[in-house]
């Protein structure tokens, strides 16, 4: 009886979860529960967002002995009086409330980063405590919350000048919900420096009751003096192009320089929307990108700089890139609650148009200047055209032009390098950037490869793919002299999914079929990309399955963390990992998974009757019987 009343699933199983709770429920679906530092920049941004509208020109901020972070701004102050609707004082609304608050539309705000409705409320939510002053119309309104519950009544506290007007936000950071509760005051206090830059006269004041330190800044000037105050350790690089452009409901600003021989220790590339840090790009830079490879592209076609079969690509131009983007627009589109990434698609065209425009005007009237940066990356692609161009780092005197596709190193050592064999264009992006150039070279796949198993090794030249592995690694199916071969490690690697199985699959069989004598002697590895990232506070962990997933997962758990704490991202492909992410996971050697893919010599015939088994299109019978005695055994793959 009890089972049944379990299994039961009526009208009173749904729940409804009210007010703040939801937040409290899940925290991770609302913010970055590693530190607070999330917390501190929903309240900082609603005070830059009176800055941006006009109505502040300075903001404190103070992280208290206890913990907890205060933020005071000089802006018109928190409406208090009451909803027309809702019938209860507006201030309310806004921190108790999901959704709520004056930024959805451009009539109170021009330019917002808080479109969401959620940050100060989640805020709210994930505070032991939170008190709020409003200074308005000469008098002081005061509230107070705890864990999101109202505990003392909004109130008159007492008096103040007229002009005395702001709103002050004081919050204590729930520890249950965040693997620290404390601070991150670098990471605070470089977000905080580039609110004041952004922001023109905006004086923003960081005072550390804990560590007894302050901090102001107030500028005056454009992005073009921040940038050059960022380039300290940097000591050569091209004079600065800075341009504001506006749009119809946008204005977009940027400083824009390249390394000039050096290489920067910590490269500048930093973008905001509506001063909100973009960590992960979007769609902004994107355009951003686009607009200086199309400017350089027509500039050195005009000055007749590039050699007739030299083209520039877009990474050419963004390789040694060093720049600080600010788009102010109505109504942005962030790709979650932590607006890491802007996702609106019709400002990537309208980015690229102006900065096409504007570089352009600015390299044709300043050819000298332009020169010295075109040639920069006309260097680069000179680079990566003459590896494209390299037959065999050993001194011959012919041989096969190496396919276009294939990203070589620099290297000229065969026994230090590698290649990688990866599966997409926008996978084999991904590894160019993440790879060592000295010592790693990249070859891109265009989907699966043809099933060579039953073919002889010329017949598979006809394939352009396998061509392009042929010439690739310099030699030739079924050939036992492997004295021409270009790299040590040959190295596939495909997404940690079924197709990425069936074409390492595919690959595998190529070489163990038609290149023997390279597996034997042990040259061809299978990369393991992981299938998921584990966040847990300050600790991060890869995995490769389900099962190491789960055990990983318990390890944190027995070091005192709360399951839902442990945050879970899902690579659906090697094309979702960033350069950062894939290089750590597969190609770093201290920390990548590759597995060797051998050849015992005591039980070879018997793998490859199994490979052709599975592979030999006369031999479905028995592939269906094997499947039908084996079937039990599989894995389920979504």
């Given at each position: 009886?009890?089972?049944?009343?379990?299994?039961?699933y009526?009208?009173?199983?749904?729940?409804?979860?009210?007010?703040?709770?939801p937040?409290?429920?899940?925290?991770?679906?609302y913010?970055?529960?590693?530190?607070?530092?999330?917390l501190?920049?929903?309240?900082?941004?609603?005070?830059?967002d009176e800055?941006?509208a006009?109505f502040c020109?300075?903001?404190?901020?103070?992280?208290?002995?206890?913990?907890?972070?205060?933020v005071?701004?000089?802006?018109?102050?928190?409406?208090?009086?009451?909803?027309?609707?809702?019938?209860?004082?507006?201030?309310e609304?806004?921190?108790?409330?999901?959704?709520?608050?004056g930024?959805?539309s451009s009539?109170?705000?021009?330019?917002?980063?808080?479109?969401?409705?959620v940050?100060v409320s989640?805020?709210?939510?994930?505070?032991?405590?939170?008190?709020?002053?409003?200074?308005?119309?000469?008098?002081?309104?005061?509230?107070e919350?705890?864990?999101?519950?109202?505990?003392?009544?909004?109130?008159?506290?007492g008096?103040?000048?007229?002009?005395?007007?702001?709103?002050?936000?004081?919050?204590?950071?729930?520890?249950?919900?965040?693997?620290?509760?404390?601070?991150?005051?670098?990471?605070?206090?470089?977000?905080?420096?580039?609110k004041a830059?952004?922001?023109e006269n905006?004086?923003?004041?960081?005072?550390?009751?804990?560590?007894?330190?302050?901090?102001?800044?107030?500028?005056s000037?454009?992005?073009?003096?921040y940038?050059?105050?960022q380039?300290?350790?940097?000591?050569?690089?091209?004079?600065?192009y800075?341009?504001?452009?506006?749009?119809?409901?946008?204005?977009?600003?940027?400083?824009?320089?390249?390394?000039n021989?050096?290489?920067?220790?910590?490269?500048?590339?930093?973008?905001?929307?509506?001063?909100?840090?973009?960590?992960?790009?979007?769609?902004?830079?994107?355009?951003?990108?686009?607009?200086?490879?199309?400017?350089?592209?027509e500039?050195?076609?005009?000055?007749?700089?590039l050699?007739?079969t030299?083209?520039?690509?877009?990474?050419?131009?963004?390789?040694?890139?060093?720049?600080?983007?600010?788009?102010k627009?109505?109504?942005?589109?962030?790709?979650?609650?932590?607006?890491?990434?802007?996702?609106?698609?019709q400002?990537a065209?309208?980015?690229e148009?102006?900065?096409?425009?504007?570089?352009?005007?600015?390299?044709?009237?300043?050819?000298?200047?332009?020169?010295?940066?075109?040639?920069?990356?006309?260097?680069?692609?000179?680079?990566?055209?003459?590896?494209?161009?390299?037959?065999?780092?050993?001194?011959?005197?012919?041989?096969?032009?190496?396919?276009?596709?294939?990203?070589d190193?620099?290297?000229?050592?065969?026994?230090?390098?590698?290649?990688?064999?990866?599966?997409?264009?926008?996978?084999?992006?991904?590894?160019?950037?993440?790879?060592?150039a000295?010592f790693?070279?990249?070859?891109?796949?265009?989907?699966?490869?043809?099933?060579?198993?039953?073919?002889?090794?010329?017949?598979?030249?006809?394939?352009?793919?396998?061509?392009?592995?042929?010439?690739?690694?310099?030699i030739?199916?079924?050939?036992?002299d492997l004295?021409?071969?270009r790299?040590?490690?040959?190295?596939?690697?495909?997404?940690?999914?079924?197709?990425?199985?069936?074409?390492?699959?595919?690959?595998?069989?190529?070489?163990?079929?038609?290149f023997t004598?390279?597996?034997?002697?042990g040259?061809?590895?299978?990369?393991?990309?992981?299938?998921?990232?584990?966040?847990?506070?300050?600790?991060?962990?890869?995995?490769l399955?389900?099962?190491?997933?789960?055990?990983?997962?318990?390890k944190?758990?027995?070091?005192?963390?709360?399951?839902?704490?442990?945050?879970?991202?899902?690579?659906?492909?090697?094309?979702?990992?960033?350069?950062?992410?894939?290089?750590?996971?597969?190609?770093?050697?201290?920390s990548?998974?590759?597995?060797?893919l051998?050849l015992?010599?005591e039980?070879?015939?018997e793998t490859?009757?199994l490979?052709?088994?599975?592979?030999?299109?006369k031999?479905?019978?028995?592939?269906?019987?094997w499947?039908?005695?084996?079937?039990?055994?599989?894995?389920?793959?979504?």
């Amino acid at each position: 009886m009890q089972d049944n009343k379990k299994n039961a699933y009526t009208g009173a199983s749904i729940e409804v979860l009210k007010g703040l709770e939801p937040v409290r429920r899940r925290p991770g679906m609302y913010t970055d529960t590693a530190t607070p530092n999330h917390l501190g920049m929903e309240v900082i941004d609603n005070s830059v967002d009176e800055a941006v509208a006009g109505f502040c020109n300075k903001i404190l901020v103070t992280l208290h002995q206890d913990g907890s972070l205060e933020v005071v701004d000089n802006g018109r102050g928190m409406p208090v009086d009451l909803h027309p609707v809702e019938k209860i004082p507006a201030i309310e609304l806004i921190l108790s409330r999901l959704h709520a608050g004056g930024k959805f539309s451009s009539d109170n705000y021009q330019f917002s980063g808080g479109l969401h409705g959620v940050g100060v409320s989640v805020v709210n939510a994930l505070s032991s405590k939170l008190k709020a002053q409003v200074r308005r119309e000469g008098k002081i309104y005061e509230i107070e919350y705890a864990k999101g519950e109202k505990v003392i009544p909004l109130h008159e506290a007492g008096t103040c000048a007229k002009k005395d007007t702001g709103t002050g936000i004081r919050f204590y950071p729930d520890a249950e919900f965040f693997d620290s509760p404390l601070f991150d005051i670098k990471r605070l206090c470089h977000q905080l420096k580039a609110k004041a830059v952004l922001c023109e006269n905006l004086t923003i004041v960081f005072v550390d009751e804990i560590n007894n330190t302050s901090e102001e800044w107030s500028y005056s000037g454009d992005l073009s003096t921040y940038l050059k105050s960022q380039l300290s350790e940097l000591t050569d690089f091209t004079d600065i192009y800075h341009e504001c452009v506006k749009g119809e409901d946008w204005i977009a600003e940027w400083a824009v320089c390249w390394e000039n021989g050096n290489k920067a220790l910590q490269k500048v590339c930093e973008s905001y929307v509506n001063l909100i840090p973009t960590i992960e790009g979007g769609t902004h830079v994107n355009g951003f990108r686009s607009g200086l490879t199309l400017a350089i592209r027509e500039f050195c076609d005009l000055q007749n700089l590039l050699p007739r079969t030299l083209k520039i690509s877009p990474e050419d131009v963004w390789s040694g890139c060093i720049y600080v983007l600010s788009l102010k627009m109505h109504e942005p589109q962030f790709a979650g609650q932590t607006k890491e990434k802007l996702s609106n698609r019709q400002i990537a065209g309208q980015i690229e148009q102006a900065v096409r425009d504007h570089f352009s005007l600015w390299l044709n009237s300043n050819v000298d200047k332009g020169k010295i940066i075109a040639n920069l990356i006309i260097n680069k692609a000179k680079e990566r055209d003459s590896q494209a161009k390299v037959v065999e780092r050993k001194k011959t005197v012919r041989g096969p032009q190496l396919p276009g596709k294939l990203v070589d190193c620099t290297s000229t050592d065969p026994s230090l390098g590698e290649l990688f064999i990866v599966e997409g264009d926008s996978a084999g992006g991904s590894a160019r950037q993440a790879r060592d150039a000295s010592f790693q070279a990249i070859l891109p796949l265009r989907g699966k490869i043809l099933n060579t198993w039953e073919i002889g090794g010329h017949t598979a030249l006809n394939s352009e793919e396998i061509r392009a592995i042929t010439v690739a690694i310099g030699i030739e199916p079924d050939s036992d002299d492997l004295s021409n071969l270009r790299y040590s490690k040959i190295c596939i690697l495909a997404d940690a999914d079924a197709d990425g199985l069936h074409i390492g699959t595919l690959l595998c069989a190529l070489f163990v079929k038609h290149f023997t004598q390279l597996v034997r002697e042990g040259h061809v590895y299978v990369a393991c990309p992981p299938l998921y990232r584990i966040d847990c506070g300050k600790f991060k962990e890869y995995a490769l399955d389900d099962a190491e997933l789960a055990q990983k997962q318990n390890k944190f758990i027995r070091k005192g963390f709360k399951r839902e704490n442990i945050k879970i991202q899902r690579f659906k492909g090697l094309g979702e990992m960033n350069p950062e992410q894939l290089r750590e996971t597969t190609l770093a050697p201290k920390s990548r998974r590759l597995m060797q893919l051998t050849l015992d010599a005591e039980i070879e015939e018997e793998t490859f009757a199994l490979l052709d088994m599975l592979l030999s299109k006369k031999r479905a019978a028995d592939r269906r019987q094997w499947l039908e005695n084996n079937g039990d055994k599989a894995e389920f793959l979504d």
